[in-house]
């Protein structure tokens, strides 16, 4: 069986260009007594020649997922070819071109899909779920511009920073739709580690600029003509941060939780899921510390005094302004 299957592969992909020029690639440096000339330039032209081919065989196999038949039923709905053509992919190892069927209802305002798109889990039309997840981790670390550097140094997949900037964009969208749903979800699966002592949770904002050019541009035009220095937050937003992180006896991190959001009121949504996400650690283990961290921000404390009370949990508190907690019982102590 094993010998079966692998003939199998390479009858199905030795007349590929890049497979083949791979095998002929690899098969003359076998032959050969004496080290290329050019080692980092073999290295890098070895290496584009792996990824081709993996391109190619993840090519090969995502065409057996189109399906090419004059009509088609898609969520209990049917739909008629409209269209057979190619299309580009991106592949953790690269672009390729699959060709496939389109179809449509032909109602008025309903794009044409992909079969193959549906069957294969294609992401926002051209993402591989491997390419998409990769992705959206480097984009969640790096700016677009970075992560675009990033990809053509490793030279595999090579998305654009347009790109980039664009699918953890549409892919917020889908998620803000469901996102109550997909975080009780993702909760119910984490598990507390047996060797974790203490839970530290924090809270934090950014200043970020916003794309509102036009209302940034005329709010620090009226900070200049009253007379104030024009350098400060004028066109900023904050954007909310924070995390919830486990730690064992010694002080070794286990394992973050990071949360972050776009500006919002007093970070109402993501002190929501901060608090979410807390509860879900105490119910698994309520003997854990619960350390809080934030700066001297008022509105970032009240979170922190309201969950302190649940079940009667002993917190300790971090903050360079001691005046800052009590303030915040107060209010909370009025609100109540």
């Excluded at 294609?122 to 790096?142: C, D, K, N, Y």
């Excluded at 060797?195 to 541009?217: F, I, N, Q, Y």
């Excluded at 003509?225 to 941060?241: I, N, R, S």
Aim: with cysteine; aromatic share 6%.
């Amino acid at each position: 069986m094993r010998a079966s299957t692998t003939s199998g592969l390479n009858a199905s992909f030795s007349e590929r260009p890049a497979w083949g020029q791979l095998q002929e690639v690899l098969e003359a440096r076998r032959r050969a007594s004496e080290p290329v000339a050019d080692l980092k330039r073999f290295e890098d032209e070895l290496h584009a020649l792996f990824a081709a081919a993996e391109a190619e065989a993840i090519g090969s196999e995502l065409g057996r997922f189109d399906i090419d038949l004059p009509f088609v039923e898609i969520e209990g709905r049917r739909h008629r070819r409209v269209l057979r053509c190619e299309q580009t992919y991106w592949t953790a190892a690269g672009e390729i071109r699959v060709e496939r069927s389109l179809y449509s209802t032909r109602h008025d305002g309903e794009h044409a899909v992909a079969a193959l798109d549906l069957r294969a889990g294609i992401i926002e039309g051209r993402w591989t779920p491997r390419a998409a997840e990769q992705a959206l981790w480097v984009v969640g670390h790096l700016t677009p511009q970075t992560a675009e550097t990033l990809f053509k140094k490793i030279g595999n997949l090579q998305p654009s920073k347009s790109s980039l900037d664009r699918l953890p964009k549409a892919l917020s969208e889908c998620w803000e739709r469901r996102r109550e749903e997909f975080e009780t979800a993702l909760r119910q699966s984490e598990r507390v580690p047996k060797e974790a002592t203490a839970v530290a949770v924090s809270l934090d904002g950014v200043m970020a600029p916003m794309k509102r050019t036009g209302a940034r541009k005329e709010r620090r035009a009226q900070t200049q003509a009253d007379g104030k220095h024009l350098f400060g937050p004028a066109g900023f937003h904050e954007v909310g941060v924070g995390t919830v992180s486990l730690y064992d006896a010694e002080g070794n991190l286990l394992k973050t939780t990071r949360f972050s959001r776009m500006p919002e009121a007093n970070k109402l949504t993501i002190k929501q899921s901060i608090e979410a996400e807390l509860q879900t650690v105490l119910r698994q283990r309520p003997d854990l510390q619960v350390i809080k961290i934030a700066d001297g921000v008022p509105s970032n404390w009240l979170i922190f005094v309201s969950s302190s009370r649940m079940d009667g949990k002993w917190w300790t508190s971090i903050t360079p302004s001691s005046t800052c907690t009590a303030r915040c019982r107060r209010r909370t102590a009025r609100s109540a």
